[in-house]
């Protein structure tokens, strides 16, 4: 079982994937935000085809992939709407959105090497464990895919291309191979049911804000979380959690957020972020401070967004309602009618995902994949923070016995 465990390569991880949204790195962040608000995904790939050019090196990647082999079409990085909302959050971008949102999208990408890498269907899982290890957040794959002569004529420029020289990608994140491992838990035993505790993988380097605060105070913060694929704790002024404001929840929202973000205290930030759009008094507070400001760029577009929105006092729908509720350790009351300014996407509240120190490493992967994050916060009883588990921080853990497998 464990030889065939180490026999798998990414194909197999594939499986089902869907082919990757792209976007041109000529594309502008309006063109980003326009791709995000009508796609399934938080992120939307972004890539550099030159067809005309080859390099006189044949670039390869650290995986093997040539440039040769696809034409020069690389995915140089991936975008998301908290990129957006964290750009639009610059003073000089505030006062002019319209103009921030014509910049090219490259302006967006961070400025870190190899946070998407390109790599061949025969990777092996031990290969792709170890490139995650080293700082990727996604490997990029290609699919097999069947194109009739006609599709491939009928192909067009723009600037969501998701075909690149007859090929189609998808990729592959820390969720998809921890999934992958859950698959077959049973082979890493006694190891699962070890506390996060006894196993050591309770980082304490935490990124946190408090209630009263800025929110803007957090912008580097939330910008740094997205890239370390964690959050940011919202605490009281003694360290005990209240909940936090999370990239993967930005993500859903659209982005005049940005002013949000700007005018709002942290713990009024989550309010307006939470589960079903942001509540008309948090609205008009917005609105009254934007204008106290003189951000008149965008307090006209906000209040555009808003008024085609709608906003509704009701409560959420029966569905929305029966959506599993995050593990809180502060309950939360009040809940609003989706804005049609968010996706459609779901969206998670702004309650902290939270496990204890002596719960089992496969309960907390469980958890954190239940909810679709890549963490989960450690609090004692009490409620006050001890620290935080990542995906990451799990796999090192499997990374160590597959080595002994092998």
């Not at 408090?210 to 919202?234: F, W």
């Not at 859903?252 to 009024?268: P, Q, W």
């Not at 409560?315 to 029966?322: G, L, V």
């Amino acid at each position: 079982m464990a030889v065939r465990l180490l026999s798998h390569e990414l194909s197999d991880l594939c499986l089902g994937k869907p082919a990757l949204r792209s976007l041109s790195i000529t594309s502008t962040i309006a063109d980003a935000v326009e791709v995000l608000k009508t796609s399934d995904e938080s992120f939307v790939s972004v890539w550099s085809c030159n067809h005309k050019a080859k390099t006189a090196s044949g670039f390869e990647s650290a995986a093997g992939f040539s440039d040769d082999d696809d034409d020069e079409c690389r995915c140089v990085g991936k975008v998301c709407m908290v990129d957006v909302i964290c750009y639009l959050c610059k003073d000089e971008k505030l006062v002019l959105p319209s103009v921030a949102l014509k910049e090219p999208v490259s302006v967006l990408l961070p400025k870190i090497p190899d946070l998407v890498m390109h790599v061949e269907p025969s990777c092996s899982l031990l290969e792709a464990v170890d490139l995650i290890l080293q700082g990727a957040q996604n490997l990029v794959v290609p699919i097999k895919t069947k194109l009739s002569n006609k599709r491939k004529q009928q192909q067009k420029p723009s600037p969501t291309v998701t075909i690149h020289r007859g090929r189609e990608f998808c990729w592959l994140t820390q969720e998809d191979v921890i999934r992958f491992l859950l698959s077959s838990i049973g082979l890493f035993s006694p190891i699962p049911a070890f506390s996060i505790d006894s196993l050591g993988i309770i980082n304490p380097d935490i990124l946190t804000i408090e209630y009263h605060s800025p929110a803007s105070a957090a912008t580097g913060a939330i910008s740094r979380a997205l890239v370390d694929q964690t959050s940011v704790a919202v605490v009281d002024s003694e360290g005990t959690l209240i909940g936090e404001i999370s990239p993967f929840t930005l993500a859903c929202c659209d982005e005049t957020v940005a002013a949000a973000l700007k005018t709002l205290s942290s713990g009024d930030l989550m309010a307006y972020i939470d589960c079903g759009g942001p509540p008309e008094d948090l609205v008009r507070v917005v609105t009254a401070r934007l204008k106290e400001r003189n951000l008149n760029g965008m307090l006209e577009h906000f209040t555009m967004s808003m008024s085609s929105g709608g906003f509704s006092s009701a409560s959420s729908s029966s569905d929305e309602e029966s959506m599993t509720a995050p593990v809180s350790p502060l309950p939360r009351s009040g809940r609003h009618s989706r804005s049609m300014s968010y996706s459609a996407r779901m969206v998670r509240r702004a309650e902290a995902i939270v496990c204890h120190p002596k719960s089992s490493l496969v309960a907390v992967m469980i958890q954190a994949i239940a909810h679709r994050v890549n963490y989960v916060w450690v609090i004692e009883d009490d409620c006050s923070l001890v620290g935080i588990v990542t995906f990451s921080d799990m796999l090192k853990v499997f990374r160590e016995h597959l080595e002994t497998m092998a």
